[in-house]
């Protein structure tokens, strides 16, 4: 049972290129989100997903996008990159109605 | 909207010794509490959580945290810390609205042990 399982777990960009970063997750959980972390400022939410099909913007979500094709996977896309979007990145899902989640392992990106 | 404190961002304690983390939040009603801890270069791993009833609620790894309604906190204790308690946590409030459920995380404190 891998969980919460994010690829890459590491990337250096630099500034204007394009990627995606994917959460897959294995538990049948409706919502999936993705965070990122930044020091001294905790986590924080970047857009987030209730179902398969659908997505919504959480506190952060300037110059990122997100899909949910599939209920067990969830992208996170930066279309252009830029050096503020330099910080490690957590994927996490839960059942719909509880409000604490399974988190991934990180993805750290630095943007050049 | 809801926000977290936690007011220490680094603390240092001795191996064996007493720790409490503080944690406040400010939320109309009574949320849904967290604590996650993440060790360097890992992901987070909920510690706890408390939905309703008791307040004094136990996690893993020893730890323990109390609900008191009347601070708006949910400070994080454990009687005596190890070498490998080390790492970054993080208090959380969250709550169920439909199609709305996702946390809040405060900024984190960095714990430290000594010898």
């Known amino acids: 049972n891998a969980g919460v399982t994010q690829t890459p777990k590491f990337r250096v960009l630099k500034t204007g290129q394009s990627m995606t970063l994917l959460c897959a997750q294995d538990m049948n959980h409706e919502y999936m989100y993705w965070y990122r972390q930044d020091p001294g400022m905790g986590l924080r939410l970047i857009h987030y997903s209730v179902g398969e099909g659908t997505t919504a913007k959480g506190e952060v979500p300037d110059g990122y996008n997100v899909s949910r094709l599939k209920k067990q996977n969830f992208l996170l896309g930066l279309e252009s990159a830029a050096p503020s979007q330099t910080s490690v990145y957590f994927c996490?899902?839960?059942?719909?109605?509880?409000?604490?989640?399974?988190f991934g392992q990180g993805t750290r990106l630095t943007v050049v | 909207a809801q926000s977290v404190t936690q007011p220490d961002i680094h603390i240092t304690v001795s191996e064996g010794a007493s720790l409490e983390l503080r944690c406040n939040y400010s939320?109309?009603?009574?949320?849904?509490l967290f604590w996650y801890v993440q060790s360097p270069g890992q992901g987070l791993q909920l510690l706890l959580k408390y939905f309703s009833g008791d307040t004094l609620v136990q996690g893993i790894k020893g730890f323990e945290a109390e609900f008191k309604r009347s601070q708006s906190s949910f400070n994080l204790r454990k009687p005596s810390v190890h070498w490998s308690d080390a790492a970054e946590y993080f208090c959380a409030v969250g709550f169920t609205n439909f199609g709305n459920e996702k946390l809040t995380f405060g900024t984190g404190t960095r714990l430290t042990i000594i010898p």
């Open positions: 996490a899902s839960s059942f719909g109605g509880q409000p604490f989640a399974f």
């Open positions: 939320y109309g009603a009574t949320p849904y």
